[in-house]
């Protein structure tokens, strides 16, 4: 007599016959039914198109945004499986959510040394629209290496600023914008924590963040770390 194997199972060789599946599993347990490939053809998942791009998450911030898709028909008998539901990209609102403009907290203020002012007062001079302007006064948090590198004659103020003083700078004609009265960068509105960006004119290596302190208005900068808005 001779012996005949049907084959391998999950549970081991078998002699006589076995429950066969149609599932993804059975290509590895080794128990598909024989019609398997006719039977239970491999079925990809299958997904909507993108929906629209969501808002930022976060207004008036560097953040991301989002759009989605859905499953419409899930992998079955070892079919591909389904791409990524969501993607994300980067995101900037330039106005909160009651429609105020913030861009001015996302734009670096530029910079110079107030030793500048006088020669900036006669170019002033055009301006039919007078204002006395106003201070306001920063922590500076972090300053980049590039502000010690500096050679120029002209940018040889930057050499001196130092973590974690805090500074005074002047808004005034021709920086002070005539619609808003604002200079760009001040930090207007901001939270007691937040964090803005300051770069030095004539050196972009030189950067850097600070807090706002406070604002004074018609005030006269001091003449040690003293800069103005650009």
Avoid at 9 to 15: I, K, R, V, W, Y
Avoid at 106 to 111: N, S
Avoid at 157 to 186: F, I, K
Avoid at 221 to 226: D, F, K, L
């Amino acid at each position: 007599m001779t012996c005949v194997s049907r084959g391998w199972t999950a549970a081991g060789f078998s002699l006589g016959p076995q429950p066969c599946y149609c599932d993804q599993a059975c290509n590895a347990a080794g128990d598909c039914c024989q019609d398997y490939g006719s039977a239970c053809p491999a079925v990809t998942c299958a997904v909507s198109e993108w929906s629209g791009w969501s808002r930022c998450v976060e207004p008036c911030t560097v953040t991301f945004r989002v759009r989605r898709r859905q499953v419409l028909r899930e992998p079955r008998n070892g079919g591909g499986p389904c791409p990524p539901l969501e993607e994300r990209a980067g995101c900037v609102e330039y106005w909160n959510h009651q429609g105020v403009e913030c861009k001015q907290a996302l734009i670096p203020a530029l910079i110079t040394t107030g030793a500048f002012r006088n020669g900036r007062k006669k170019r002033a001079v055009a301006y039919e629209r007078k204002s006395v302007g106003y201070c306001v006064m920063f922590q500076l948090v972090t300053i980049t290496v590039g502000c010690l590198q500096t050679r120029a004659p002209y940018t040889q103020w930057m050499r001196y600023l130092t973590q974690g003083h805090v500074v005074c700078v002047l808004c005034e004609p021709p920086a002070l914008d005539m619609r808003s009265l604002r200079c760009y960068g001040d930090g207007k509105g901001s939270r007691g924590d937040q964090l803005f960006q300051w770069q030095a004119l004539g050196n972009p290596s030189c950067r850097g963040t600070w807090k706002r302190f406070q604002q004074l208005e018609a005030c006269s900068c001091p003449a040690v770390h003293s800069f103005l808005f650009v």
